[in-house]
């Protein structure tokens, strides 16, 4: 059927997107980003860098391995909210430290991924109740995996943690600390990831390319031919030699700035993230990485069904372990205390015997002795 056009004024069905817009604003939006990678490689920086504002507070370094006996990966939540312009934006950054810390990681991304299931579990239970007007939604929109700038390209554990993310989320590889590498071995190991990636099958988030304005194509394309995204993290002023002043890291050979597109892919990766590319990235969550999730459950399961824990999270595993090991313990410790109770009960018994016989034959001395005298005193009456 062909589309009736109404001629000017209109009937004004053309303001709908003025009222949109501000139902839109009136309401705000909800942005949860997730920061994986080992530690060390500057997320927390990074994100204060973001933001322009010290969102996350960096550890204390000293502590960093106070908890190497645990081998668990934890998840940390930062809340707060956002205003620009009258528009407010709830946003979540979601942290993973401990992972890849730790000689054997086999495991370490399974509380991660839990985590992303977790939270789309969470966001469809929500959508099965009778009352939806106040739903949480912590579900990720954007992932960045922060890669460490070894030049030599993706390590086992960075594979295997890229392909479970790139099906659960919108995966950014970051290239970081890009300041540590040269122009042209930074161009090396920017391709090197880029086959890794490929030869191993790893989903990551692609932008939209094609635009109506032209301009805006050319920006997107520019965007998506420097993945993955090679950053300078840095919340310190510094001065560069002709006099400005610029964020970014001072070097005796000179500054690397956060902000120079000749220097790494910060104003970019920013761009995608937060300016032009942040509605994608929620429909995408929404349309494509949850209604994943909710047919791959509602298929294998019954409507309210409570989900089926396929993954063992090595935490919990632990904790099991130590909990059967103390009940382990103190299940023997008991048993030693009733064998050495049971066993003094056995001398007592023999030594109460012992006794028993010898006032028993002691009796029956007397015994013998008193008839003895008895028949003789009887025959000295006689």
């Known amino acids: 059927m062909s589309p009736l056009t109404v001629s000017s004024p209109g009937i004004g069905i053309a303001h709908l997107p003025n009222q949109r817009h501000r139902i839109v604003t009136k309401k705000g939006a909800h ?24 969102l996350k507070e960096h550890k204390n370094q000293n502590t960093r391995y106070q ?18 312009k009258k528009f407010n934006v ?6 993973t430290p401990g992972f890849g810390d730790y000689v054997n990681s086999y495991n370490s991304w399974v509380p991660i991924s839990e985590f992303i299931d977790d939270q789309h579990e969470s966001y469809m239970r929500q959508e099965q109740q ?41 995966l950014i590889p970051v290239i970081a600390k890009a300041d540590t590498l040269t122009p042209k071995d930074l161009a090396q190991f920017k391709q090197r990831v880029r086959d890794d990636i490929e030869a191993q099958h790893i989903q990551v988030y692609q932008c939209p390319i094609e635009s109506d304005d032209e301009e805006t194509t050319a920006k997107n394309k520019d965007i998506s031919s420097v993945m993955p995204y090679s950053i300078i993290g840095s919340t310190q002023d510094v001065q560069t030699a002709d006099g400005r002043m610029v964020k970014g890291r001072a070097y005796s050979w000179g ?28 429909e995408t969550t929404e349309n494509v990485h949850y209604e994943n999730y909710r047919l791959n ?12 824990v396929k993954a063992e999270n090595p935490k919990h595993r632990e904790k099991e372990d130590k ?15 009733f064998r050495t109770w049971e066993q003094q009960l056995v001398a007592e018994r023999d030594r109460l015997n012992k006794d028993l016989e010898t006032r028993h034959a002691q009796i029956k001395a007397l015994e013998t002795e008193l008839e003895s005298l008895y028949k003789s005193g009887g025959s000295i009456r006689r």
């Open 323 to 337: 909990l059967r090991k103390d009940f382990t313990d103190q299940v023997k410790a008991e048993e030693n205390r």
């Open 130 to 170: 009778p009352g939806r007007s106040n739903k949480v939604d912590m579900r990720v929109h954007a992932c960045l995996y922060f890669i460490r700038p070894n030049g030599h390209g993706l390590k086992p554990l960075d594979i295997e943690m890229m392909k479970r993310l790139g099906t659960r989320a919108n």
């Open 90 to 95: 709830k946003l979540s950054i979601i942290d």
């Open 67 to 84: 908890k190497q006996l645990d081998r668990t990966v934890e998840i940390e939540i930062t809340k707060t909210e956002i205003e620009e």
């Open 31 to 54: 942005f949860t980003i997730m920061v994986c990678g080992e530690s060390g490689l500057g997320k927390t920086t990074f994100i204060n860098t973001l933001f322009t504002s010290t």
């Open 297 to 308: 459950e509602m298929g294998t399961r019954k409507f309210g069904e409570a989900k089926v």
């Open 255 to 282: 500054v690397a700035e956060v902000e120079n597109e000749a220097h790494c892919d910060f104003i970019k990766l920013r761009h995608l993230l937060i300016r032009s590319h942040i509605s994608d990235l929620i």
